[in-house]
């Protein structure tokens, strides 16, 4: 039947993805499907633009075991494309699955596009020094990060096919024991406004300073992989960058930071990125919609006070 499929065990990254999906299949004359395993999901996905969503029901609450699953219905159904959301458990699915379809495989997209006939994606590469365009052929898979596309206008008016599936799955795998990971900090991912701090910050106790500015601004605190992993002055969970979170707040300030191209990877997402820096050479001033070249110590107190004289 061909067909843009999406899928995510997360629903709300499964409706990010339809925002980039729908306008895709109008394109190419297709129908938007959604697989799914959460059948209450169903009617949500429909409101948001659905056309069908295939729901895979059985008991297992793994989704990583319904990899046979949906790869049976891929097979019977070949949907011109499988977009699968990149979160940690997707990822792992869609590697499977691309795999057991002996399709190719595209990981983190940004973009999609109907060009010449064919579907094209860009992806980062080399840290985000270069972009890799790549054109998708048979049933390919594409995994696309959460959050890359904001969340589409929902209908409840639309209508759309509910197929509910019985599902097997794959029993290899059993999970004897669960153990939540405590978080630390805030979930920067998340927030609309972050300050960071970077080396440029020369002692612990002057993290007092970024604090301040955090609350003035009302931000939560990030920081660069060297001030998480070297110095431990922040969780691990609050370093941004390729190997660390990506971010997209409406507001990114850092103090201190370099902008060395691992951390600019986590970055680039981000509204409007303010950057303090001694050094007017800094690589984070190329990546900056503003900049203030200085010395930390004598700017961020004179921000404060200015952000605290606004209110
Ligand atoms: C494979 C790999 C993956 C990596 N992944 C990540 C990642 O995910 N995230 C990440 O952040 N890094 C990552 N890194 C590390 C990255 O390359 C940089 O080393 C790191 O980001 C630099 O952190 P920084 O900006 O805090 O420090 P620095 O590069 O040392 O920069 C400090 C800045 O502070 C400025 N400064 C100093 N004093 C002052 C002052 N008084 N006032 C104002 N400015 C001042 C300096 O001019 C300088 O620009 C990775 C590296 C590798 C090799």
Redesign the pocket.
Known sequence: MAGIWIYSEDTIVAQQLMTMARPLADKLGQPLCVVTIAEQAAPEFVAAGANKVFVLKNDSDWPESYAPALVALAEQETPTAFFIGATFRGKDLAAKIAARLKTGLVTDAFAVRFENGEIETDRAMY?GLAVCTEILKGIAVVTIPPRTFDMPAKDSGRSGEIVTIDASIDATMAVENVCPIVRQGADITKTEKLVC??????KQVDMKLAEDLAGALGAELG?????AEDYHWLPNET??????QKIKPVLYL??????????I??IRDSKVIVA????EN?P?FAAADYGIV????E?VPLLIEAIKNQK
């Open positions: 840290g701090v970077g080396r440029g910050l020369a920081c660069t992989r060297s001030i370093y941004i960058g390729l190997s660390g850092s103090m201190g930071v370099s902008g060395q191209v691992q951390h990877a986590g303090i820096d001694s050094n800094a984070i200085g010395d930390l110590y700017i």
